[in-house]
């Protein structure tokens, strides 16, 4: 079974650091990439950005550049979203998503259970 | 970048059939992908390259697109399809990058 399990909720306060992570599982961790999409409290999909584990490529949506940083780890199968510097409208339910992305369609499947960051002095 | 725009609340009669919509420049370039969010939940897909649909989503579920305009259909809406559903294409960005609609909010009457 593929699976993307992701790390729990975190509180954390203005200006500090986080990183979260998306273990894989089930699956060539390394031969898909695997998208980051944030959903503010009651609003919709954003997309955040996009790794390939196989060498760390990566993409960002131009709103998140600079603001957040990709990596994976693939000693470990898990992809990471950091921040250096939280700010409270960084406070979102936070996916990752296997990109099965080809020719003319982009689609995710799976999806992780999502991990909270709250941000709040 | 590109947009996509749906409606922000749609509602159907239990059994009824329902049609949500889609509407963006680049789904004249590129296929649509559905996804299904109940609250508390993650999203889900349910129809993706226009009109293929996941293992384990039902055949009522079904999917259509033409010009600028993509088309998720439920035949005969089940109260356990009450939720949110997003619409998601690629961006004219780039290869890798998706747009997402503002979502549609259904309820199942």
């Known amino acids: 079974e593929v699976r993307l399990v992701q790390s729990g909720a975190e509180v954390k306060k203005p200006g500090e650091s986080l990183r979260i992570s998306c273990k894989a599982s089930g699956y060539s961790f390394t031969s898909y990439w695997i998208a980051w999409v944030r959903q503010m409290p009651g609003k919709g999909l954003e997309w955040v950005g996009i790794i390939y584990p196989g060498d760390s490529d990566t993409r960002y949506n131009p709103s998140f550049q600079g603001q957040v940083i990709l990596s994976a780890d693939k000693s470990i199968s898990t992809a990471y979203l950091q921040w250096s510097s939280l700010k409270a409208s960084d406070t979102a339910m936070y996916y990752c998503?296997?990109?099965?992305?080809?020719?003319?369609?982009?689609?995710?499947?799976?999806w992780g259970q999502g991990t909270l960051v709250t941000v709040s002095s | 970048s590109s947009e996509l725009t749906q409606d922000p609340v749609v509602s159907v009669a239990l059994g009824q059939t329902v049609r949500i919509t889609c509407q963006g420049d680049s789904l004249r370039n590129y296929y649509v992908s559905w996804y299904q969010q109940k609250p508390g939940q993650a999203p889900v897909v349910v129809i993706y390259g226009k009109t293929n649909r996941p293992s384990g989503i039902p055949d009522r579920f079904s999917g259509s697109s033409s010009g600028n305009t993509a088309s998720l259909t439920i035949t005969g809406a089940q109260a356990e399809d009450e939720a949110d559903y997003y619409c998601g294409s690629r961006d004219f960005s780039g290869y890798h990058h998706v747009v997402f609609g503002g979502g549609t909010k259904l309820t199942v009457l």
């Open positions: 998503a296997r990109d099965l992305s080809s020719s003319f369609q982009n689609w995710f499947d799976p």
